[in-house]
């Protein structure tokens, strides 16, 4: 084993290493090897960060927009300059191939553009002469300390999703990325230390559950953004609400690809395998389940099978040829494979099968190979839970009407995506499909970072969603003035006229 990276805290501008704290292992999934241990931090350290960020917040609030910007423009130029070693460090600490964590840190990096227009987003409304003589206008102000917890999937992107714009805002933040992949936003807090941002305005902190409660209960933090499964995300905005914060909060998804009859065959079997085995399916915009309608079936899925069966899965640390990486963790790889066996013992065919993928070059890997279900009924576990995995159900259906209803059921309402050659049958699924992300012909439709993140049901609790406006709205109060000025001494009782 070679020697473990460390995993440092960054408060107030000072870096240090935590000793006597329990810690849980960051692992290279490629290689199934430890390469770090985050410390499980607790109330006390939270406090301490919630302090810097408070001292620092009254001169960032006073730093005019546009000095604020600046900044955020050189971390973005500076961050080009460590792309390659950013994306190296996704892979390395998640085991998503170099191109998917290319685009990891591509999108991250498309936030901190978007907040670069901080003095155009945060100008406000006004009108003049809203009553006669009188004018009324809107400001906005940032919230002051805010908190960002973060999931394993997208090491670089979903941090970025957050801190840059709470920031442009104003706002001072404490991040506490995922336990289990805290290395590339130390690598990028480091980065944000050489652009010039000053101390206390990013913090950093480590830990799991406890960390996260005394995030959501300090009285100092006034807002949570968070991402993760659904469970946690009704818990962290259940409980940051009742603690007087807003709380914007991103959870699971199943999200469901209708496959129509005139669907082009090779462009919808490409964006079908991209969408559900990009990322080994640990994306919440992954399709989990195709809906092949009619003849759909016959035609599309065979080109599926075929370009799954050629995807080479490996160490993607180390093997530029693998198309396909491990998954996060050797309990993770368990659950997946079980979830299989459980809907293949319910009646489900899988026309491939992932559960035996062998490695030779890196054996202890958490591999789980690209697997399709077919004949996958409504009431079959890989239908009902989010399994987070390279498995894709597929269903059977007779028509669009019946498919939107089947989609329509789902607990959740992340992304869904329609194939097909028809105006008519996409405009009615986007009329009628109850999610909050629609692709036509698309498989992933993740919006870039000036569109809101919109899931919709279980995948979004709260009312401002992460990315575009609504962000700034979300990291932001608004102060509506009303104002009438006077001739000096008109209208007074002291007036000798
Ligand atoms: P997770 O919910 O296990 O963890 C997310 C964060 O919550 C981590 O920082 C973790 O430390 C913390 N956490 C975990 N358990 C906790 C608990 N009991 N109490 C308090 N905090 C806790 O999620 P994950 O496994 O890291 O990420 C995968 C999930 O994230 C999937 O469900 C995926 O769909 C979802 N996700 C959603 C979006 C979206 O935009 N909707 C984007 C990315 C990922």
């Known amino acids: 084993m070679s020697k473990l990276l460390p995993v440092p805290l960054f ?39 919630v302090r810097a960020a408070a001292e620092a917040f009254p001169k960032w609030m006073e730093t005019p927009p546009v000095e604020r910007a600046r900044i955020l423009m050189k971390l973005k130029v500076m961050l080009e300059d460590h792309f390659e070693e950013l994306a190296q460090s996704v892979t390395r600490e998640h085991g998503k191939t170099l191109a998917e964590a290319r685009g990891d840190v591509r999108r991250g990096l498309e936030n901190i553009e978007f907040a670069c227009g901080a003095p155009s987003l945060l100008m406000g409304e006004s009108l003049e002469n809203v009553a006669r003589g009188i004018d009324c206008d809107t400001i906005r102000q940032p919230l002051g300390v805010v908190a960002g917890i973060t999931p394993f999937n997208f090491p670089a992107m979903v941090p970025l999703w957050m801190w840059p714009m709470a920031i442009a805002c104003g706002n001072t933040f404490i991040l506490k990325p995922s336990e289990k992949v805290p290395l590339t936003s130390i690598r990028i807090a ?56 807003r709380v914007q ?42 809906v092949a309608i009619g003849d759909a079936a016959h035609t599309v899925l065979p080109a599926l099978v075929d370009v799954v069966s050629k995807i080479r899965v490996g160490p993607t640390d180390r093997d530029p040829q693998a198309q396909m990486g491990a998954v996060i963790t050797r309990k993770h790889a368990d659950r997946v494979c079980n979830l299989i066996t459980q809907a293949a013992d319910q009646g489900a065919k899988p026309l491939t099968d992932g559960r035996h993928t062998k490695v030779e070059s890196a054996p202890k890997g958490f591999y789980v190979g690209p697997t399709v279900l077919d004949h996958v009924l409504p009431d079959m576990i890989t239908m009902k839970e989010e399994v987070f995995g390279p498995v894709l159900n597929v269903v059977r259906m007779e028509d669009l009407d019946s498919a939107i209803e089947l989609a329509n059921r789902s607990i959740y309402g992340n992304g869904a995506a329609i194939f097909t050659r028809s105006g008519k049958a996409a405009r009615e699924f986007r009329h009628r499909i109850q999610a909050g992300m629609v692709g036509v012909n698309i498989g992933v439709p993740a919006p870039m970072a000036f569109f809101p993140f919109s899931g919709w049901h279980q995948s979004f609790f709260g009312d401002l969603h992460i990315q575009g406006r609504e962000s700034v709205a979300f990291y932001t109060q608004q102060k509506v003035t009303t104002t009438r000025w006077f001739s000096y001494g008109e209208g007074s009782i002291w007036s000798d006229k």
């Open 11 to 49: 408060i107030g501008g000072e870096w240090s290493n935590v000793s006597g704290v329990a810690t849980t292992p960051v692992h290279n999934p490629s290689i199934g090897e430890v390469i770090a241990e985050t410390p499980l931090c607790g109330a006390d350290t939270i406090d301490q960060a």
């Open 190 to 245: 480091q980065i944000a230390e050489k652009a010039g941002l000053p101390p206390g305005v990013l913090n950093l902190v480590h830990g799991g559950r406890e960390a996260v409660d005394a995030i959501l209960t300090h009285p100092t933090i006034k807002a949570v953004s968070f991402v993760g499964s659904t469970p946690i995300a009704k818990y962290i905005y259940e409980t940051g609400t009742a603690h007087g914060k």
């Open 249 to 290: 909060a991103a959870g699971g998804a199943k999200n469901f690809v209708l496959i129509m009859p005139d669907a082009d065959v090779t462009n919808s079997a490409t964006g079908l395998v991209e969408s559900a085995f990009g990322c080994a399916g640990e994306r919440c915009m992954a399709s989990s389940t195709a």
